[in-house]
């Protein structure tokens, strides 16, 4: 029971980490510091999720904005508020 126990917090531990990785990628990736704290699978998930979020924008929205602000990079570079807010 206690073997069942420390299984399931760890996981849960992972699980979380993982929801972090995905929800602040962005932030993460502008980052070398906050880079290197991430295990190599970690890093492979961020750059996965932060490619599916920038193909999903610009399919949906920024291939419909003016020069400026149709990038990701570009907008996330030129924001001057930082994204971990809420």
């Given at each position: ?56 924008l ?29």
């Open positions: 029971m206690d073997l069942d126990r420390t299984l399931f917090l760890l996981r849960s531990y992972l699980r979380l980490r993982l929801q972090k990785i995905e929800k602040y990628t962005m932030h993460i990736s502008r980052s070398e510091d906050l880079l290197s704290r991430l295990s190599q699978q970690e890093r492979r998930f961020a750059k996965s999720c932060a490619e599916i979020m920038e193909k999903h610009e399919q949906s929205v920024l291939s419909k904005l003016p020069y400026g602000y149709d990038s990701v990079s570009r907008q996330s570079l030129s924001s001057t508020e930082d994204d971990m807010g809420t």
